[in-house]
């Protein structure tokens, strides 16, 4: 059974600090991994999208990478903002199984 | 625009008295899934469909039904709400479930509360 997992559950750091957060998956058989933006009481914001095949994708201040063989993500938030703030979650296809997420929190 | 709509977003009824969510999806994807959120336990699957009137269980299906008629829509049911379903609730679609490249796409949520 696929498992996912973040780590940290929550992050605080100062405004321009550049930041990874981490997930990691227990079945290497993935489709694609997708990261998630979550505002308080609000839906998924789509964020970057990995296919299995590929390393790792960037949008703006943000790069995802991509190890399928160690079951691992990252997602990298360069020179982070207060408007970053927010729950991040990762998913994996084909299963579609959720990691709980890394709740950030950038101070100004 | 692209989206996909669920209604309505804030929802208070008392137990027993069976409740439709609605989902509508603009995009002509052929998978759609709902889920609940809880704090603690995160994102959970009640069911999913691959394509018109294909649907499956998700982990968490007790309680709750289904249906896909059309591709576009897909109202989750909830015949005897009880307290243990009030959640946060999303409908999620993609273009397909078994291509590399197809991200999922969430609705804002329908906020539900069972007394």
């Known amino acids: 059974k696929q498992e996912v997992t973040q780590i940290p559950a929550a992050l605080s750091v100062p405004e321009g600090e550049n930041l990874v957060l981490n997930c990691s998956f227990t079945?290497?058989?993935?489709?694609?991994l997708q990261w998630f933006r979550q505002d308080p009481g609000k839906g998924l914001t789509s964020l970057l999208l990995?296919?299995?095949?590929?390393r790792e994708q960037t949008s703006g201040r943000l790069n995802a990478s991509l190890d399928k063989s160690s079951g691992r993500s990252t997602l990298y938030i360069a020179a982070s903002q207060p408007g970053d703030s927010a729950t991040y979650l990762c998913?994996?296809?084909?299963?579609?199984?959720f990691g709980k997420g890394t709740k950030l929190t950038v101070n100004p | 625009e692209a989206q996909v709509t669920q209604n309505p977003r804030y929802l208070i009824t008392v137990t027993g008295k069976k409740l439709t969510v609605t989902c509508s999806q603009n995009?002509?994807?052929?998978?759609m899934s709902w889920y609940r959120q809880d704090p603690g336990l995160g994102l959970r699957q009640i069911y999913y469909?691959?394509?018109?009137?294909?649907?499956d269980k998700g982990d968490v299906p007790e309680g709750y039904k289904v249906s896909r008629k059309e591709k576009r829509n897909f109202p989750l049911i909830l015949e005897s709400p009880s307290p243990n379903q009030t959640s946060l609730y999303f409908c999620?679609?993609?273009?397909?479930?078994?291509?590399?490249?197809?991200?999922?796409?969430f609705g804002n949520g329908t906020r539900l509360t069972v007394t």
């Open positions: 999620a679609s993609s273009k397909d479930h078994g291509t590399y490249n197809s991200p999922l796409h």
């Open positions: 079945d290497s058989a993935i489709y694609n």
């Open positions: 990995i296919q299995s095949s590929q």
């Open positions: 998913a994996v296809k084909p299963l579609l199984v």
């Open positions: 995009m002509n994807h052929e998978y």
């Open positions: 469909s691959m394509n018109v009137e294909v649907t």
